[in-house]
C-alpha cells in the first residue's frame, strides 16, 4: 500500500524505530527532527535501504508557526505519528509557568495543530490514521514531573476527540503508549536532573518487575503494532489508547 508517513521526532529512539519498521517499497517518510541534521539522514538512509522513500524536516514544534510550516512542507499525508514530546521530570514544588507551557506547547499544541491541517486532506480523501506517542505514567503517575504526565493525559483526551471528528472522513484516530522503554531521551534527561540534584535514578528495573512480562522492551517492540493501527486492518480501531507494554498497565 502506497503511503505518505510523516515521524515526528524520527531521529533516534522509538521515532526512527517507528519509521524504520514502517519502510518499504511504496511508502514515503517524511522524518522530522530538530536541530539534528546528521542523525536524521541516517535515519533516512535505513529507511531507503529498506525501499521506501525518505526525506529530514526540521522543526520546532514548540513554533506553532514552525509547526503550521511543518504541516504545509509535509503536504497530503495519509498517516501522521504524533511521537516527538518535551519530557520534563520538574516536580510540583519546583513547576513554573513557563516549564509548564513548554511542555505542553510539544506535547499537546503541536499534536493538535498537525491533526488540524494534515486531518483535513485525510477527510476529504476519505482515508487517515493519526497515532498519538502517549505514556502509561498517565494511569501510574510518577516518575515523571506533573507537567509530563498532565500534557499526556490531554494527548489522550485530544485522541479520543479527534477519533470522534474526523472518524466521518474515514480517519481513524489512536493513542500507543508504549511501556517503560529505555531511550537516548530519557538517559539526556536523567543526566539533566542529576546534575540540577534531582536525580530520580533508572526507573527503568522496578517498573519491568510490576509487567505481567517482566523483561525490558525496546523500541522494536511497538513496531506490530504501529503496523496495524497505520494500516488497512485498523478501519473499525478508533479513540483506543493501545498498551504495548508488557502488561504494565490494564485498561
Known amino acids: ?28 517518510l517524511l522524518l522530522h527532527h530538530l536541530d539534528a541534521t546528521a542523525e536524521a539522514e541516517e535515519v533516512a538512509r535505513r529507511c531507503r535501504d529498506l525501499g521506501a522513500q525518505a526525506e529530514t524536516l526540521d522543526a520546532d514544534l514548540a513554533d506553532s ?35 509548564w507551557q513548554a511542555v505542553f506547547a510539544v506535547n499537546v499544541t503541536a499534536p493538535m495543530l498537525l491533526a488540524q491541517a494534515l486531518g483535513a486532506g485525510m477527510s476529504a480523501r476519505g482515508w487517515g490514521r493519526i497515532i498519538n506517542v502517549v505514556s502509561p505514567t498517565v494511569a501510574l503517575g510518577g516518575p515523571s514531573g506533573p507537567a509530563y504526565v ?20 474515514g480517519v481513524t484516530v489512536n493513542a500507543l503508549s508504549p511501556g517503560a522503554i529505555r531511550t537516548e531521551g530519557e538517559d539526556e534527561l ?8 534531582r536525580g530520580v535514578g533508572n526507573h ?22 504501529v503496523r ?12 483506543q489508547v493501545l498498551e504495548v507494554g508488557a502488561g504494565l498497565v490494564f485498561r
Open 65 to 99: 508557526s514552525a509547526v503550521t510550516d511543518l504541516a504545509h512542507r509535509a503536504g497530503n499525508i495519509d498517516v501522521l505519528i504524533n511521537n516527538a514530546a518535551r519530557a520534563s521530570n520538574v516536580p510540583i514544588d519546583a513547576m513554573n509557568v513557563d516549564e
Open 190 to 197: 536523567e543526566r539533566a536532573e542529576h546534575a540540577a540534584g
Open 228 to 239: 496495524l493501527l497505520a494500516g488497512e486492518g485498523s478501519a473499525a480501531i478508533t479513540g
Open 1 to 28: 500500500m502506497d503511503q505518505r508517513i510523516l515521524v515526528t521526532g524520527a531521529r533516534r529512539g522509538i521515532g526512527a524505530a517507528l519509521a524504520t519498521g514502517l519502510a518499504a517499497p511504496g511508502v514515503t
Open 150 to 169: 498532565s500534557s499526556k493525559a490531554a494527548l489522550i483526551g485530544l485522541t479520543r476527540s479527534l477519533a470522534r471528528a474526523l472518524g466521518p472522513g
Open 204 to 225: 527503568q528495573t522496578p517498573v519491568v518487575s510490576r509487567q505481567a512480562i517482566p523483561r525490558a522492551l525496546t523500541p522494536d517492540d511497538l513496531v506490530a503494532t
